[in-house]
């Protein structure tokens, strides 16, 4: 989350150039003799192709200059340059599918470049789009895929659905930018597999048709996922059918939430649900004041719910059994962080009757962070239920609890500075899987309190890596395998300081710089400046 303190960080900006695969590789094509191949409908090379209709393409031959590699955001990660003329959307050029289970990637990229989608075909013709499954790839990454540019014809192959999707963003972005889809062979694939934005919407309210246009951008920039943390003090921002009374005048529908996970969904991005608990609860204890968590002395806990009163758990589980079939992803946030209880000096002498439900459920030894874990665990076997993956703020993980948070609850580290974090490699040595949500880089947070400033993308572009979970070091490369990716998040703690398009302009930056490290963690060829340029360049 994000009430804390950290000191302002350090604007050092860093010009950084390294190599990328492919900028000068080899030759794919030699010769006029090349403008006979064509690509069969699996995708294969065949020995002839079907001239009768369609655009007339000259065929790569040694005249032309040798292919640059495609400047799109985030980079392709492997480029190999032919001589040829490239490929662009022409009158008559059709987008064509292997298997028609492409159907509706076939039919996004034709609407955008202005092409006829023309289904599953297996006969090809010159300036055909071809998207086939398969072949191509990179090791049976379900994300990976190979675009062949080649005697006037593209194909883009990969061995899932996902894959040849962000293909086709690429092909996308090159056209736009561009013009011109330069002859040769991409080879991409992004080394996380997590990559996402967290939009805080219980503070701040957005319209439906504003995060209409976040997804659309997040999957042109190959994004694959979207936290929406929709409940906290200030609000509860989606229709509810098991609970009404605890929903805000100003909030999303179902029909409308079910419209953006179906957008997302033909973006491959998954939206993943954040109903934090035990603490942040304040919009359901206004509905519910029996759950209110008070002190010994019956001064209120703001925010906290009462953990030990079995009524507390019931209107959370109904309310996570409630979203499961709204939010159909894989994933689900359990939130965990800042229950206020354990800030106490004395938990136990603070909260007595959290003392006496923690002995109670483990033992006498029992404690106030026993219980909370406790709880914690419960809302995990909650979610697993709908076959969804817990995850949970770092900071909902206690080093002074004798129960361990259940194993595959995922660790979204943001933070250092809370009550019960622990450095990164704690969690990596016990071999957890870590999501990077770094305060220090990743975090937009309106109105710029205690000592965050928004980012403008060229600290992260410069100095972030997914390996930086904490402040500005990176944990050892042992653990890469175990940080599953990261997320940029927006945190509306001063909702009024930015309207939503305010907010949209804000982080346009900061997201292609986070995406871009995501994909490829190593120092960008492009400075900031040239980067800043591409993106202008290609909208």
């Not at 939130?335 to 959290?354: I, K, N, S, V």
């Amino acid at each position: 989350m994000s009430k804390h303190r950290r000191r302002a960080p350090a604007r050092k900006p860093r010009r950084t150039r390294a190599a990328v695969v492919g900028t000068l590789v080899t030759v794919v094509v030699l010769g006029v003799g090349v403008a006979a191949w064509s690509f069969g409908g699996d995708g294969s090379p065949s020995d002839g192709s079907d001239a009768s209709s369609g655009p007339a393409t000259p065929g790569p031959t040694r005249s032309y200059p040798l292919s640059q590699a495609p400047r799109t955001i985030p980079a392709v990660r492997s480029h190999t340059a032919a001589h040829g003329p490239g490929w662009r959307p022409e009158s008559g050029s059709r987008v064509v599918v292997s298997d028609e289970s492409l159907a509706d990637e076939g039919k996004l990229i034709a609407g955008e470049l202005g092409l006829a989608y023309a289904g599953r075909r297996d006969d090809d013709r010159p300036g055909d789009l071809r998207l086939a499954l398969g072949k191509g790839g990179t090791g049976g990454n379900p994300e990976s895929y190979t675009m062949t540019v080649r005697d006037g014809r593209v194909l883009i192959s990969g061995p899932a659905d996902a894959g040849v999707f962000y293909g086709t963003r690429t092909l996308k972005q090159e056209v736009h930018g561009g013009g011109t889809a330069p002859e040769g062979v991409v080879e991409d694939a992004p080394a996380k597999p997590r990559r996402g934005f967290m939009l805080d919407i219980a503070r701040k309210p957005f319209t439906a048709a504003w995060l209409e246009d976040r997804i659309r951008e997040l999957g042109d920039l190959k994004f694959n996922e979207l936290g929406l943390h929709f409940s906290d003090d200030q609000g509860f921002r989606i229709e509810s059918g098991t609970h009404p009374e605890i929903v805000s005048s100003d909030h999303l529908t179902k029909a409308q939430v079910k419209r953006m996970v179906d957008l997302a969904a033909s973006r491959h991005i998954t939206v993943v649900p954040e109903i934090d608990s035990p603490g942040h609860l304040s919009a359901v204890i206004a509905a519910h004041p029996d759950t209110q968590l008070r002190n010994g002395q019956g001064v209120a806990t703001r925010g906290a719910i009462d953990i030990s009163e079995p009524r507390s758990a019931a209107i959370v589980d109904d309310l996570l059994d409630e979203y499961a079939g709204l939010f159909p992803g894989g994933f689900w946030h359990l939130g965990g962080d800042e229950y206020q209880a354990l800030t106490a000096r004395d938990p136990q002498a603070a909260y007595p009757q959290l003392a006496a439900a923690a002995r109670k459920a483990h033992g006498s030894g029992g404690n106030v962070a026993d219980l909370t874990t406790g709880w914690l665990n419960d809302r995990a076997a909650a979610v697993r239920e709908h076959d969804r993956a817990p995850r949970a703020w770092n900071d909902g993980f206690f080093r002074s609890s004798s129960v361990a948070p259940a194993r595959d609850i995922e660790v979204a580290y943001w933070t250092g500075k809370e009550y019960g974090a622990r450095r990164p490699a704690e969690y990596l040595d016990a071999g957890r899987k870590v999501l990077n949500y770094n305060d220090e880089f990743l975090y937009y947070v309106l109105g710029e309190p205690q000592t965050f400033v928004y980012p403008d993308g060229r600290r992260i572009y410069e100095q972030w890596n997914p390996r930086v979970l904490r402040g500005t070091e990176a944990v050892p490369a042992r653990y890469d395998a175990q940080i599953l990716g990261g997320s940029f998040a927006v945190w509306c703690d001063l909702a009024n300081s930015q309207t939503q398009d305010q907010v949209a302009a804000g982080i346009r930056m900061p997201l292609r710089a986070t995406v871009q490290k995501l994909w490829d963690a190593r120092k960008p060829e492009m400075s900031w400046s040239e980067f800043k340029e591409l993106a202008g360049k290609l909208g």
